[in-house]
């Protein structure tokens, strides 16, 4: 069985090891290593966190007294008890310091090229007015707010608005069908929701309001939606409101900040999984805020004045994760929407060489698209560029390096970076003042008691194994949605204890990390252990090969035999055939004859989320003539016709 390639490829330079936010944090902490702070996160977190919200300014309006009560035990931590914030107040202060007030807060870049932007002081301003409208049109303290909106300034004041009232936000998906909107608002009884009636893409009007007007039909609870609407657009309904009226009617009225305890409540954000209902995450104004601002400093190394731009869509985790990045550390948040190759490949380098962008975070996905059209991707001036981000998936070491060296220059790192949904930020990620290994984290992240364990939860390296945590920690969910033992059952049930994160991993001897895929996507071919990230990163070493899932399939022989499903490059001449015969023998040779192919389907493409997850699944559902699950998150639905036409042809 392969294992990760370990060689370093990224060296920290003086920049790094002299001005690095984590370097800052060391001074403060007066260790004298970075091994030192990680053991002082895990064995001194009062001291630990204390001195990180220091760093990070972190405003309270009281301050805590402690950092966790656990008396409900390691599963319900209560973070920070005696304090009392509300987290918009720490973006505010920017806004108030005369030497960042003027500084841009959000710049919004919409994809016919039209840009807004607003300031620290016109933000404050901005969210203040919106949040006094909310609370004249009925909103208050614990209510929940569904919010269906493309990513730019609007939907940036609608959040930060939510929270401002200590109001929940709900996020929606802007590509979720009638049944996944109704499970999710249905099951938070939010009263009202912030949407757009659509957006644009490649030129063309995508429709919002209709799926969420029909589920509006099946959603008693629901009140009022107000509507950011295009020029022309008028009102449909007699409960509908105006999203601009909205930011007028409390112009100049505004409150302060509702103060409430960090066990507070501000997000609920459903998760998909196979089978069942979405899950309720709950986030909390002093946990989900406080672990982003800390891996913003630590991981992404973002100071006040910051250009920080990672495309990410609202109605996921991470576009709350990306804000949040940037905005609680006085940075510039540049927002994009539109297709990040429209008019052309050269879209994303275009954007950073017009807003000077510093850190710069992509998918996956996105990086292999641009790969594959190098000339074009890299044709804007990427010079401001200081570091690289990638998420939301595994990356192969051939699309880690060419982020590195290509779209970058060398010297500006690729913060790999891996959590969660139920995890706030990350549990593995790299720091810039260590080397980092190509498509691998250099680190767990510090104040997180990650382990790879073996089944009975013993520690181990050098083997796959599950991805657990051993204490609770900041950024960790408050539970799901009315529904505590749902959340026990998937996280602290499997072993004893452990928070177990249902993903596959691997310890090196050198302390470097790598995902291995997710647990419950575990091949088991012949008694062999086998993530499916192993198959897939071997398949894209063939250079006819674009994109790769591989999936396991119950077997009579063998328990399970692997099954691999293949997207060609554009322009291969390679007929499908010889392609699924080249595949077959390149892991026979790579894996070994145990975990040859049972067979290869070459496809037009995967089935992924709007993130660009590859569904695996979802494809293993399909394949088998099993329910798929919730569907709500699948971008391309038409994918599923390939993989049903594989399985008949099986």
Request: proline share 7%; net charge negative; aromatic share 8%.
């Amino acid at each position: 069985m392969s294992k990760p390639e370990s060689s370093n490829v990224w060296q920290p330079g003086q920049r790094e090891l002299q001005n690095a936010g984590v370097v800052k944090l060391m001074r403060a902490l007066d260790v004298p290593s970075y091994e030192d702070l990680l053991g002082l996160s895990i064995t001194e977190p009062e001291r630990y966190w204390t001195t990180v919200m220091r760093e990070c300014a972190i405003a309270w309006d009281e301050p805590p007294k402690g950092y966790a009560d656990l008396s409900r035990g390691p599963q319900f931590p209560s973070w920070f008890p005696g304090g009392k914030l509300n987290w918009v107040n720490t973006i505010y202060a920017w806004a108030r310091n005369p030497a960042t007030s003027q500084l841009k807060a959000v710049v919004a870049e919409k994809e016919d090229g039209s840009v807004s932007e607003l300031t620290y002081s016109e933000l404050e301003q901005r969210v203040r007015d919106f949040a006094a409208g909310l609370a004249r049109r009925g909103i208050k303290q614990g209510d929940r707010i569904g919010l269906l909106m493309e990513n730019g300034v609007e939907a940036t004041i609608s959040i930060l608005a939510i929270v401002h009232l200590g109001a929940l936000v709900v996020p929606l998906f802007s590509g979720f069908g009638v049944d996944a909107i109704v499970a999710r608002l249905s099951a938070a009884d939010a009263r009202m929701v912030i949407a757009s009636t659509g957006f644009s893409r490649r030129t063309k009007r995508v429709d919002v309001q209709a799926a969420l007007r029909d589920a509006w039909r099946q959603l008693p609870l629901l009140e009022h939606v107000i509507w950011k609407r295009a020029e022309g657009e008028a009102a449909q309904d007699e409960r509908d409101l105006d999203w601009q009226e909205t930011a007028t009617i409390g112009q100049g009225q505004g409150a302060s900040p509702v103060s409430v305890t960090p066990d507070t409540p501000f997000m609920v954000i459903y998760t998909s999984g196979t089978t069942g209902k979405p899950k309720g995450v709950v986030h909390t104004h002093g946990s989900f805020p406080i672990k982003i601002a800390h891996d913003s400093l630590i991981h992404f190394d973002v100071h006040p004045g910051d250009v920080y731009c990672w495309p990410a869509d609202m109605g996921w985790i991470a576009g709350t994760l990306v804000l949040g990045c940037a905005l609680l550390r006085g940075a510039t948040l540049v927002c994009y929407d539109g297709a990040p190759d429209y008019p052309d490949w050269s879209r994303m380098s275009r954007l950073v060489e017009r807003h000077q962008v510093t850190h710069f975070g992509s998918a996956p996905t996105l990086i292999r698209g641009m790969a594959s059209h190098e000339d074009l991707a890299l044709s804007g001036n990427r010079s401001t560029v200081r570091l690289l981000i990638t998420a939301g998936e595994g990356i192969a070491p051939e699309h880690f390096n060419w982020f590195l060296q290509r779209f970058g220059d060398g010297t500006a790192p690729v913060i790999n970076y891996t959590g969660g949904t139920e995890a706030s930020g990350a549990l593995l990620a790299s720091v810039p003042i260590r080397p980092i290994p190509p498509s691998g984290f250099n680190t767990i992240s510090p104040g997180v008691a990650a382990d790879v364990v073996d089944p009975s939860g013993r520690s181990v390296t050098g083997e796959v194994g599950e991805l657990a945590i051993r204490a609770p920690f900041v950024g960790m969910t408050h539970s799901f949605w009315r529904d505590d033992e749902r959340y026990l059952e998937t996280y602290w049930q499997t072993i004893p204890e452990l928070w177990v994160h249902g993903d596959l991993a691997l310890r090196t001897p050198e302390g470097n990390y790598f995902m291995m895929g997710r647990s419950d996507d575990t091949l088991k071919v012949a008694g062999k252990r086998l993530g499916p990230a192993e198959v897939e990163e071997v398949v894209l070493e063939l250079a006819d090969v674009a994109e790769a899932a591989a999936i396991g399939v119950s077997d009579a022989e063998k328990s399970q035999k692997l099954v691999v499903f293949v997207v060609p490059k554009p322009g291969t001449g390679v007929p499908r055939a010889d392609l699924e015969a080249i595949v077959s023998g390149h892991v026979d040779k790579r894996l070994g004859r145990p975990f040859r192919p049972g067979r290869v389907h070459v496809v037009a493409q995967l089935p992924k989320t709007r993130s660009s997850k590859i569904m695996r699944r979802v494809i293993r559902s399909v394949y088998c003539s099993q329910p798929p699950g919730d569907l709500s998150s699948l971008d391309n639905p038409s994918a599923l016709d390939e993989v049903r036409a594989a399985a008949t042809a099986a």
